[in-house]
């Protein structure tokens, strides 16, 4: 399935929606609520979010791109990078303040554009 970037989003900064991704998960880790991202996102439906659908975020966030990777059970850098065509040197660029040895179950990284 594909999804078209929201051309109207004021911050340009977007979430790409992961399996078991929810607005409230969303909210939490943004810093932000469920009100703010449907103000935002006023044609997304709430209980049916499609995985690699991209939701405009309220503010600008630390990450550049505005996408992130949200660590699931055994993944590494190394798997990331493969999997999102880029380097793990480039991922710890962009992520300074993460251990890569001690990776954390639901952390977001920034990935690159």
């Known amino acids: 399935m594909n999804f078209k970037r929201q051309n109207n989003c004021p911050s340009d900064s977007y979430w790409t929606i992961r ?19 449907l103000r935002l996102n006023p044609n997304i439906k ?21 996408i992130y990777w949200r660590i699931a059970e055994g993944d590494t850098l190394y798997q990331i990078a493969i999997e999102t065509n ?3 040197d480039e991922l710890l660029e962009l992520n300074p303040n993460i251990d890569p040895q001690n990776l954390q179950i639901g952390q977001n990284i920034c990935l690159p554009v």
């Open 86 to 88: 880029t380097t793990v």
């Open 46 to 66: 709430p209980t049916n979010l499609q995985v690699g659908q991209q939701i405009c975020l309220p503010k600008e966030l630390p990450c550049p791109s505005g």
């Open 19 to 37: 399996k078991g991704d929810t607005l409230y998960k969303i909210a939490q880790t943004i810093d932000t609520t469920i009100p703010e991202i």
